[in-house]
């Protein structure tokens, strides 16, 4: 009897592992089926306008105008003005493109510092403006 109740247990275990792997298939195969997007109508898309305060002229300090000229502009244009002159005399530093390297004029904007990077930099410059 001994030999009966094993092979029977034996057969429940097989014909069991089957049942849970094919459980597990169906529910992988089973997918929702895809739906359709419908293309919405979106409005016209706004011009962006510049903030005003960006574009307001600021006064320049003396040091500052050497670099980028004395009358007054706007933040932005002083931006532009100082990477035209930091790209014509080559002071951006070869290795790591994010550090500019101060001249003489640079040298007093940047507080004294031999090496600034360009995220410090609009920082030093703004307090050059008022």
Known sequence: MVKKKAAAKKKVAKKA?????????KVATKKAPAKKK?????APAKKRT????FMKPM???ADLAKIVGAKPMPR????????AYI????LQDSANRRMINADANLKTIFGGK???SMFDMTKLVNKHLS
């Open 17 to 25: 592992a089957p049942k849970k792997t094919t459980a597990k298939k």
């Open 59 to 61: 006064q320049i300090s």
């Open 76 to 83: 932005t244009e002083v931006t532009k003005k100082l990477w």
């Open 50 to 53: 510049p903030n005003p305060a």
């Open 114 to 116: 031999n090496q600034v």
């Open 38 to 42: 419908v293309a919405k109508k979106k």
């Open 87 to 90: 790209k014509k005399n080559k």
